[in-house]
């Protein structure tokens, strides 16, 4: 079955630093997500993407956040300035349609800011 | 300000104890109101997606119900294959699910 891969798994950073998270999404979806789940905490909303342009952002995703589809394949998420509240499971996750009924999620990138 | 609660936040069944999972919503118009599995260290996995009051799913041993205030996850028989937290996400809106805190399930063999 279709999957959506992230790497890596885990990330370790220094605060202030640049963080970049990867992800593929599955090949024939058209819609992309950011997630984030803080330990203890619920799934949040970060931002959606489609035909190459943010369709929806949550308060979280401020300027120090950013998303682009380098190419056909990859879908990325970038921190510039990592924070100590930054510290949480990333997820990754895609779907066929606008209408969102089915979210494919990925394994998640655990970030570690220190 | 939309919201989602679930109860119990945890709950231990012995296997084949039958037992029900809550979500009560408030939010300003419900456009989908949907189940998901998730195993630790692991992303959500889609179980059902719900949108108006009355409406049933059904899927191996799990059946989701929807009411205008509520949505039910009922558990007939389970296994310890069922451990795992359950999350309800609504959608209100364009394209973001609203996640709950989820019910951490544990089937005891």
């Known amino acids: 079955e279709p999957e959506v891969t992230q790497t890596p798994s885990h990330q370790v950073t220094q605060m202030g630093q640049e963080v970049i998270l990867r992800c593929v999404p599955i090949?024939?979806?058209?819609?992309f997500y950011w997630y984030r789940q803080i330990l203890g905490q619920k799934v949040e909303f970060l931002v959606s993407?489609?035909?190459?342009?943010?369709?929806?952002k949550s308060e979280i995703f401020d300027d120090q956040f950013s998303v682009e589809r380098p190419d056909g394949s990859n879908f990325t998420l970038k921190i510039r300035s990592t924070k100590l509240e930054d510290s949480a499971m990333y997820f990754c996750?895609?779907?066929?349609?606008?209408?969102?009924?089915?979210?494919?999620f990925g394994s998640g990138t655990q970030l570690s800011v220190l | 300000e939309d919201q989602v609660t679930q109860s119990p936040e945890a709950l231990r069944l012995q296997e084949g104890e039958s037992s029900s999972l809550n979500c009560s919503y408030t939010?300003?118009?419900?456009?989908?109101l949907f189940w998901y599995r998730q195993d630790p260290g692991k992303g959500p996995e889609f179980l059902f997606t719900?949108?108006?009051a009355g409406e049933e799913k059904e899927k191996e041993r799990l059946k989701a119900t929807l009411t205008k205030k509520e949505s039910f996850l009922h558990i007939t028989a389970p296994k310890p294959e069922d451990s795992a937290t359950y999350l309800c996400?609504?959608?209100?809106?364009?394209?973001?699910?609203?996640f709950g805190t989820g019910t951490r399930l544990t089937v005891i063999p």
């Open positions: 996750a895609s779907s066929e349609w606008a209408s969102n009924e089915k979210l494919f």
């Open positions: 090949s024939n979806h058209l819609y």
């Open positions: 993407f489609y035909n190459n342009e943010i369709s929806e």
């Open positions: 939010v300003s118009g419900l456009r989908g």
């Open positions: 719900l949108y108006s």
């Open positions: 996400a609504v959608k209100t809106g364009a394209n973001n699910l609203f």
